[in-house]
């Protein structure tokens, strides 16, 4: 243990409690434990974080991991706690990645843990992953709308195995905690799917899951299916940071609003946390997206890794992360 690990140790709260919504945890919290786990400052500390998030933790070397039911919320930069090394995950309190993050490798945690949905394996796989809940009191902003899915799901149907994710499609499951969103009218993306049986969706995968295994943990479910994919499309959110850390992706985001395009794409945690960071298609809005889906045609993976094809190079140069806001 260096002489800064040692002060942190006489520093550093016995109970380490995680409050906040599912994304920052992923980018902020996760990849402190796991560096304080390396440095063995873990040892005889609690961490307390939300329901079913137990699968991201569960080899850390800790006195006691407790999974509390409350509902997560909103908690602003300025409110969390002093001693987590960084509490803006949008800006990293303005000094850049941290020496004191390590990030763990969940493709190669997830990826072998086994999966009982019925899942065709005769092409690639494909995730779209959308959203549809108020932000910021405007309503639905940074969703992928049902025109704009159909486009997705008839121009690449036949060339992948497309799984759909929206939480909110179905009934919530009890075996977790959401992020705390106010409640919208259906999208009906469930009448969208039955014009596409080709597609599956993720709430169907994972009851019939539950349903063979009895293991009804959505997020490890979720978690393992992620890591067999290389290919990602998704709305801007927490969905977005979770797959922003597996290694080695493919990888168009809808970003209509956040602040994520002030730096998070271009130069922070999605360019650094996972091994191999993703080439990253940062869309505008529907146009764009519709764009970026051409770049999965003919992408094939390589060492773990997704690569796309020659053709793709004008579309990632198009779409760069580090020109969204002039656009």
């Not at 520093?11 to 560096?35: A, D, I, M, N, R």
């Not at 930069?77 to 509490?87: A, G, K, N, S, T």
Request: glycine fraction near 8%.
């Amino acid at each position: 243990m260096n002489v800064f690990s040692g002060r942190l140790q006489d520093t550093l709260p016995q109970t380490l409690e995680y409050s906040g919504e599912f994304g920052p945890e992923l980018v902020l919290f996760l990849p402190f434990v796991h560096w304080l786990a390396r440095e063995g400052l873990l040892e005889g500390r609690r961490i307390v974080t939300y329901r079913g998030m137990r699968c991201f933790y569960e080899d850390l070397a800790c006195a006691e991991l407790i999974e509390k039911p409350d509902a997560r919320r909103y908690v602003p930069p300025d409110r969390r706690p002093d001693w987590l090394p960084v509490r803006n995950e949008h800006d990293f309190d303005g000094e850049g990645r941290s020496s004191r993050h390590f990030c763990p490798d969940l493709r190669a945690r997830f990826a072998a843990v086994p999966l009982a949905c019925g899942l065709d394996a005769s092409r690639p796989l494909l995730i779209v992953h959308n959203k549809y809940v108020n932000e910021w009191g405007r309503g639905p902003v940074n969703h992928i709308p049902l025109p704009t899915l159909d486009a997705i799901f008839r121009t690449l149907k036949h060339a992948f195995v497309i799984v759909y994710i929206r939480h909110g499609m179905s009934p919530p499951e009890g075996g977790y905690v959401e992020d705390h969103n106010e409640t919208l009218p259906d999208l009906d993306d469930r009448g969208l799917l039955r014009r596409h049986p080709e597609v599956f969706a993720f709430d169907d995968l994972f009851a019939a899951h539950r349903g063979a295994t009895g293991e009804a943990d959505l997020n490890r479910f979720k978690a393992a299916l992620l890591a067999r994919c290389h290919r990602f499309i998704s709305s801007q959110g927490g969905g977005a940071h979770q797959i922003a850390l597996l290694s080695g992706s493919l990888f168009a985001v809808l970003h209509r609003l956040g602040a994520e395009e002030h730096w998070a794409y271009a130069q922070g945690y999605y360019t650094f946390h996972a091994r191999v960071p993703p080439l990253l298609a940062a869309c505008r809005g529907d146009a764009e997206l519709l764009q970026a889906i051409a770049m999965f045609m003919g992408s094939v993976v390589i060492d773990d890794r997704c690569l796309p094809s020659r053709g793709a190079a004008g579309i990632l140069t198009a779409l760069s992360p580090s020109t969204l806001r002039q656009r």
